[in-house]
């Protein structure tokens, strides 16, 4: 009789624990899928840190600077920022990153021979941060005045004013670097009802078709009042 | 009882596994892994070193510990995956250190409530134990306090709490040494800790003598050079103390999301209100709090020095981590989180009727509320208890899904999510208020209320000696106030050393001017905005100025005295070999004072400015 307990005591833990793992399995893959319904995308920590190797393999040194192409047969897709209103369409083989809890709400590119934190396409410029009082003047005149919050810029060559597709008023702007040259395009957009805030964008390592591309698309999806001061 | 018990811990973890898939707070999630990978890529000391860490030491054991679990999983060198928003089994690994801690600690309340001659012998008169381990193990473990401060969230509270309730634990079963090696891991994973060990050496000392305070304290510093001792091994024991200090005016703001004093004070806006705003005279929000807590503190300490029982240890340790989030600027919302655990431990004793005389000898100070004891049967004592337990929770688990959904709104409960508003931020953080009053009848049942009297001493002595000099001298120093707005263009504002000092100790350089040296002031570096808040309390200021000694022969600066954003004064042109200026101006009515350190429009280079007694006059 002993005997018989014990197996059934065996047998019952048994059929125990095969239900419990299988509960857990159950509940881990139903973790899984819930994590798959939240929108994914790279989200890295913001400030100065640690992320690993490369995502591209090492470049060999090169005197032609490098430049992220596509073919032109590769689709695009959307990209919107995390706390502010903005979207544009970009090509999907290229590696967009966003920052926790930035409040310039940047897009890095995980792309090319420097880490995404030195590598901005997009970011929100908070003029009142940059100089306070440039927040009531023309916008032109912030982008006219902006090489001068870098040590590292000398003056400007000319600002462009346009309107890109969707009826955003922007500025192309080449500034001088310590080199006295004028390597890139900087970008910056007005955002309706908005005096505090402008969108700037820096061709950097794309090509210059897919950066006009990425220019044409970017729309401001709701007008946001300005905050009360 | 053991087989429910089981099966509590099943459904616990259940629950667990299942929200783990939530991203959680994005943001701590997205740190770990990067100091995470930096410890298994390149070990302990190089992650403090090349991350922005802002954890102690201790703790990068854990995140090594989490990188290595992913490891079993997937390849954390995978980028493209690796980042990922929703990377499921970094959020399985990183989140299962924290359950696995929460299943210990209900392990524990089970395992220790089960022994019922043990608490008897140490104070409970509770009659029926049979189920109570059971009831309090479910408790805590279902508490949606702690899973959503685990499961959810992602944070480790309960990993740091485990090994100070553990240490508690065998100190009441009188193995202090083997307690304090344990107690010592706990502020090494966790900061907040450290808010027990004062609590905890006076414990040790009442209950078991000062020989074993001195091997506790030996032990303890034992355990933390074996946790430092990679740093020490590589010589950057500074790093140490960086860790350890980095997060004071980190976030130099009133409330960090805590429902708190001071989150009622900033009008619900406490993240973006700074605590060096003067609140009451000419004492800041920082300093007032501290007086707070210090006077809350010390009540917490007497009540352990007075009557070193088990009860008021645990007492003493609740209380004081309580105020220290209520009654501190800079407080986060999970500050509170270990009040859920500790009330816990408290409950058994608090039908303990023994009434004994205060031990301290001051028997003429003994006026204790008798009411617990005197008035209130014990079934009195269960409901108060129990609806002070439950009340707890609420307001804490409203404060922390508030912190979560505040950053990110997608990943908490959608209806309460719904409801929240800063209004029933400020009510909460009003109850939070009331909770803390609420504990008044535990502590002055023990010690005289007049020892609450001594606290309001205290805080009143603090606020009175912060004033001495206004009202004696009738001049304060505006060394005395912190700016609430900081700008430099270069290095850190320095208080009393020129701005070189910034780089540390080794490099500290008093103020002077030209070889003249002068005690009190701001070093600085062009371009600098220092914005002071001296609310109205004074009629004059008199400062002098110069470019400090230190700075290179090419260095020119202007400097500017403003008044609620009118210019005051303004210097002509001065370099590295003019003498101090000096200036006075009236400042009647004036709330926000600047000093402003212009590059005279050369350039930023070389501009290493001073302000020398800046003196304020009443």
Not at chain 2, 370 to 384: G, H, Q
Not at chain 2, 604 to 609: E, K, T, V
Request: with cysteine.
């Amino acid at each position: 009789m002993p005997e018989e307990n014990n197996q059934a005591n065996i047998t019952k833990l048994a059929l125990i624990t095969v239900g419990a793992v299988l509960i857990l399995a159950v509940a881990v893959y139903a973790a899984y899928s819930y994590s798959r319904t939240n929108q994914g995308g790279i989200v890295l920590p913001g400030g100065v840190t640690y992320l690993g190797s490369t995502p591209t393999p090492p470049v060999k040194p090169t005197a032609v600077p490098l430049k992220f192409t596509a073919d032109s047969t590769v689709p695009y897709k959307q990209q919107w920022g995390v706390t502010h209103p903005f979207s544009f369409s970009f090509p999907e083989t290229l590696p967009l990153v966003v920052f926790t809890n930035d409040p310039t709400d940047s897009v890095g590119i995980a792309w090319g021979d420097k880490i995404p934190q030195e590598n901005i396409l997009l970011n929100i410029e908070l003029i009142a941060d940059r100089e306070q009082v440039m927040i009531n003047k023309p916008k032109k005149d912030f982008v006219e005045n902006w090489w001068r919050y870098f040590t590292g810029l000398k003056g400007v060559t000319s600002v462009a004013p346009f309107t890109n597709i969707n009826g955003l008023k922007g500025y192309k702007a080449q500034y001088i670097n310590a080199s006295d040259e004028s390597p890139n395009i900087d970008v910056f957009f007005e955002i309706p009802g908005r005096q505090d805030i402008m969108i700037h964008l820096a061709n950097g390592i794309l090509d210059q078709t897919i950066f006009d591309r990425i220019i044409d698309s970017i729309k401001w999806n709701s007008p946001t009042p300005s905050p009360s001061v | 009882m053991k087989t429910a018990f089981i099966f509590v811990l099943f459904v616990g973890l259940v629950l667990r596994i299942i929200l783990v898939g939530n991203p959680g707070f994005e943001a701590d999630i997205s740190f770990w892994k990067s100091w995470g990978l930096a410890a298994i890529d390149h070990g302990i000391v190089w992650t403090s070193l090349n991350t922005n860490i802002n954890y102690p030491p201790g703790f990068i054991y854990v995140l090594w510990l989490m990188a290595k679990i992913y490891s079993v999983f997937a390849d954390p060198r995978d980028y493209f995956n690796f980042w990922q928003l929703n990377n499921f089994w970094f959020l399985f690994a990183s989140k299962s250190v924290a359950i696995a801690a929460d299943m210990a600690i209900a392990c524990l309340i089970f395992w220790f409530f089960s022994r019922k001659e043990k608490l008897k012998i140490l104070g409970s008169s509770l009659k029926n134990f049979t189920i109570l381990p059971l009831i309090l193990a479910s408790v805590f473990y279902l508490n949606p306090v702690v899973i959503i401060d685990s499961a959810l969230w992602g944070q480790v509270e309960s990993l740091g709490l485990l090994f100070t309730l553990t240490a508690i634990v065998l100190l009441f079963y009188k193995k202090p040494l083997l307690a304090t090696l344990i107690f010592a891991v706990g502020p090494m994973l966790k900061l907040q800790n450290i808010i027990f060990i004062p609590i905890y050496f006076i414990f040790l000392w009442r209950y078991f003598g000062y020989k074993t305070v001195i091997k506790g304290i030996a032990i303890f510093t034992l355990i933390f050079f074996i946790v430092v001792l990679p740093f020490v091994l590589e010589k950057q024991m500074n790093q140490v103390l960086f860790l350890l200090t980095v997060n004071s005016d980190y976030f130099p703001w009133m409330s960090l999301n805590a429902h708190n004093l001071w989150w009622i004070v900033a009008g619900a806006k406490g993240m973006t209100t700074t605590d060096k705003v003067t609140v009451l005279g000419i004492i800041n929000a920082k300093k007032l709090g501290l007086l707070l807590f210090s006077s809350s503190y010390l009540i917490a300490c007497l009540l352990t020095f007075l009557k070193p029982t088990a009860r008021n240890f645990i007492l003493s340790l609740t209380f004081a981590i309580f105020s220290f989030f209520l009654l501190s600027t800079q407080s986060h919302e999970r500050y509170s989180y270990p009040i859920v655990v500790l009330l816990l431990f408290l409950y058994p004793f608090l039908h303990d009727k023994v009434t004994s005389r205060s031990n301290s000898g001051f028997k003429f100070l003994d006026f204790r509320i008798n009411f617990l004891n005197f008035n209130f049967n014990l079934l009195n004592i269960d409901v108060y208890f129990w609806l002070l337990y439950f009340l707890f929770t609420v307001n804490i688990f409203f404060n922390i899904h508030t912190g979560l959904i505040l950053n990110y709104p997608n990943n908490g409960f959608g209806p309460l999510a719904a409801i929240t508003t800063p209004t029933l931020t400020i009510a909460n953080s009003y109850f939070s208020l009331l909770l803390y009053f609420l504990l008044y009848p535990f502590i002055f049942s023990q010690i005289s209320v007049l020892y609450f009297l001594l606290g309001i001493f205290l805080v009143v002595s603090g606020i009175a000696a912060s004033h001495a000099s206004y009202y004696l001298k009738g001049k304060v120093s505006l060394t005395a106030f912190k700016p609430i707005i900081i700008k430099q263009d270069f290095a850190g504002l320095q208080i009393n050393r020129a701005v070189d000092s910034w780089q540390g100790w080794k490099k500290w350089n008093r103020l002077s001017n030209n070889y003249f040296y002068f005690r009190k002031g701001f070093g600085t570096h062009a371009y600098s905005n220092l914005v002071f808040d001296i609310n109205k309390k004074f009629t004059g200021f008199s400062t002098d100025f110069g470019v400090d000694t230190e700075a290179p022969t090419q260095a020119t600066v202007v400097f500017q005295i403003w008044g609620d954003g009118k210019l005051l004064f303004e210097s002509s042109r001065m370099g590295r070999f003019d003498y101090p200026g000096h200036s006075a101006v009236d400042v009647t009515g004036i709330k926000y004072l600047g000093l402003t350190v212009t590059d005279a429009g050369d350039g930023i280079n070389s501009d290493h400015a001073d302000w020398f007694n800046p003196v304020l006059i009443k």
